[in-house]
């Protein structure tokens, strides 16, 4: 895989299946418009999948419950998303909606008729929405923002206290008009679903609706008619994905914890009962063994059991758990799909299931399960295998204290001996997986060997694996990296005298790490949207006044003893320093502040900033900075390995 081929990187998201019915969006990054365009698929049960819908940036598709209409966003040009609505059997596509910064995810009512969504609206005088005179003004115009609480922004979104995200409904049997909200502008809310007699939406919602600063969230109950909100259950931390099934029954997703220390806490899957007061919820899996990933997706009925994915040694597994189950370890719950995969999403329609998996050597395809069978009916990854794919080889390593750790490699083609790079993953608690990793591709075919961990911190080996460096960065995961690195030096076609290290975030942090201490092992590091000063972290990062906290501690002298930064002096090897301008979650005073120290301590060092991007660059920035940044890694490894 080259830099450009990020052009083929076609991934489908999450499906919608009705009957024979099954649509997905699919969305890749277009270059030359240096955006990413998509559009809904209908995928034949036979396997046969083609266009549906021909916008620029068709996605999110939901089917009405009786069949008849197909709900999704549009986006044009580089306008936000907009609702549209389109029935079944053909005909164009009707908009619902015009919202200055667009439209969420479509859940439609029991009644066919009523969709449910959430939209940030923003105060008169922001956002290009006119002020209350008519006035529109240009962002560096805008009043002044009061700012009285912590969590006031986030990264990739912006300021939240001047758009919140509020529920709206829907009817698509009457002509477009203005929309009102049902609910205020005092907290955000996310996560719309309907009760089964569609009288009422629950939505996830901060703790005490918004007066408490802390991530906490519970789940409240909003008449679809208007009306107050209503505490319905009270979670043990935080709620992430819902659904309710027709006995009343809320299943949900969250982790147990109590703020602020929230930190490498694994979610769980909930059950509570609706009823006059707020629900207390029990627990159907074990804490320790079991990793509920909610982004796949809601927990979603199959028969007797709830269907959820679980992230487990680095495959997204989709699970049985059964509705009576308490507190099931992991061996417990039977495997539907996603060994050596990761399912990315899911939906059950009857006894049917669609499934986005990806592989080694797929960014995702449909997969429909029957019973025991299951058929793959999509093959979006084929134009990125036949400019050529490089297999995942699994690695296990023991620490120096005699910890399993557990890892990749790959290699590039031929017999070498290749170039090595160590490459760290974000997070901490989060994993490589088994799908398709465009970076790693991307390196092995300009000759790379490159080395993947999951070292203590991670996700998915167990809670206490990724509570392991809970006031301990820089200890035990330093010595699974070097540990896993030195088992892949030890397979033949491998250069151990040309090793690079990189990775960003809490890789970029590690990256600095290695680089001061174990800069021995190393002939150059690249880090990028890294957190390298800790106390500095706390008073600028979006999330950095919990996180720090949680993770490292409120002492001075320990954020100190634990920030990369102090060790810079140490640092003897070529280093790049590589930043987004707009980065709110590790902000760009990270980088320059590392930059200023290595400059000043007569290192080779360089620092590269990319305008106009934040924190999730390499993943979802826009395609042409997408491919700079490649060309820019490829060059730096070509100068110093």
């Given at each position: 895989?080259?830099?450009t081929d990020i052009d083929l990187l076609t991934t489908p998201g999450a499906p919608a299946l009705h009957g024979d019915l099954l649509l997905t969006g699919v969305s890749a990054p277009h270059a030359e418009g240096n955006t990413y365009r998509g559009a809904l698929w209908r995928i034949g049960l036979d396997g046969e999948a ?457 890789g970029g942090f590690m990256t600095t790490w290695l680089a001061a201490h174990h800069g021995e092992r190393f002939r150059a590091a690249w880090s990028e949207r890294a957190v390298n000063a ?108």
């Amino acid at each position: 895989m080259r830099p450009t081929d990020i052009d083929l990187l076609t991934t489908p998201g999450a499906p919608a299946l009705h009957g024979d019915l099954l649509l997905t969006g699919v969305s890749a990054p277009h270059a030359e418009g240096n955006t990413y365009r998509g559009a809904l698929w209908r995928i034949g049960l036979d396997g046969e999948a083609r266009q549906w819908t021909h916008g620029e940036r068709d996605s999110a598709p939901a089917v009405s419950p009786d069949g008849r209409w197909v709900a999704f966003l549009r986006a044009e040009a580089k306008a936000s998303p907009q609702l549209h609505v389109i029935a079944v059997d053909g005909g164009d596509a009707r908009r619902l909606t015009d919202l200055p910064l667009g439209a969420g995810q479509p859940v439609w009512a029991p009644d066919s008729r009523r969709i449910a969504f959430t939209a940030r609206i923003p105060e008169p005088g922001r956002y290009g929405v006119p002020t209350e005179d008519g006035e529109k003004l240009e962002p560096a115009e805008e009043a002044p923002r009061r700012i009285t609480r912590f969590d006031y922004r986030i990264d990739d979104i912006g300021f939240l206290r001047d758009r919140p995200e509020r529920l709206f409904v829907v009817d698509v049997t009457e002509p477009a008009g203005d929309l009102v909200p049902l609910t205020d502008d005092r907290v955000d809310v996310s996560g719309p679903v309907w009760t089964p007699d569609g009288e009422r939406i629950l939505v996830i919602a901060q703790r005490e609706w918004g007066a408490a600063e802390t991530e906490e969230t519970d789940l409240y109950a909003v008449p679809a008619g208007g009306g107050e909100p209503v505490l319905v259950v009270r979670s043990k931390g935080g709620v992430e994905n819902a659904a309710v099934t027709g006995d009343g029954t809320v299943w949900f997703i969250g982790a147990e914890y109590t703020w602020p220390y929230g930190e490498a806490r694994n979610p769980g899957l909930w059950a509570a009962k609706l009823s006059d007061e707020p629900a207390t919820p029990r627990r159907l899996t074990d804490a320790e063994t079991v990793h509920v990933v909610s982004g796949a997706g809601a927990p979603a009925v199959l028969g007797d059991q709830l269907l959820v994915a679980v992230l487990n040694r680095g495959a997204v597994e989709l699970r049985a758990v059964p509705r009576d189950a308490e507190e099931a370890p992991l061996d417990k719950l039977a495997v539907l799909a996603g060994e050596r995969a990761a399912v990315r999403s899911f939906i059950v329609d009857g006894g049917r299931v669609a499934a986005v998996v990806a592989r080694p050597d797929s960014a995702g395809d449909v997969v429909l399960i029957e019973g025991d069978a299951q058929r793959t009916l999509t093959d979006f990854s084929k134009p990125l295998r036949e400019r050529g794919i490089r297999p995942l080889e699994e690695l296990t390593a023991t620490a120096p204290d005699g910890y399993p750790v557990h890892g990749w490699l790959v290699r590039p083609e031929g017999e070498g001996p290749h170039p090595v790079l160590l490459v760290v993953h974000g997070g901490p608690f989060a994993a490589y997986d088994w799908g398709l990793f465009d970076e790693a591709q991307v390196y092995a075919a300009a000759g790379y060997a490159v080395v993947l961990g999951n070292p203590r911190g991670s996700a998915g080996y167990g809670q206490s694996h990724g509570r392991a460096i809970v006031r301990a960065f820089g200890t035990v995961d330093a010595d699974d990296l070097l540990a896993l690195l030195d088992s892949a030096l030890e397979r033949p076609g491998l250069d151990s005298s040309r090793v690079g290290v990189m990775g960003g975030s809490y890789g970029g942090f590690m990256t600095t790490w290695l680089a001061a201490h174990h800069g021995e092992r190393f002939r150059a590091a690249w880090s990028e949207r890294a957190v390298n000063a800790w106390d500095s972290m706390v008073g600028s990062s979006d999330i950095g006044w919990s996180f720090v906290d949680a993770y490292i501690g409120d002492d001075l002298q320990e954020q100190l003893n634990r920030s990369p930064l102090t060790y810079a002096d140490r640092i003897r090897i070529p280093f790049a320093v590589v930043h987004s301008e707009h980065d709110w979650r590790c902000p760009v005073e990270q980088a320059q502040r590392l930059y200023v120290a290595l400059k000043r301590a007569g290192a080779d060092v360089e620092m590269l900033l990319f305008p106009g991007e934040g924190h999730e660059l390499s993943r979802s920035g826009r395609p042409r900075h997408r491919i700079q940044r490649f060309e820019a890694v490829l060059g730096w490894w070509a100068r110093h390995l």
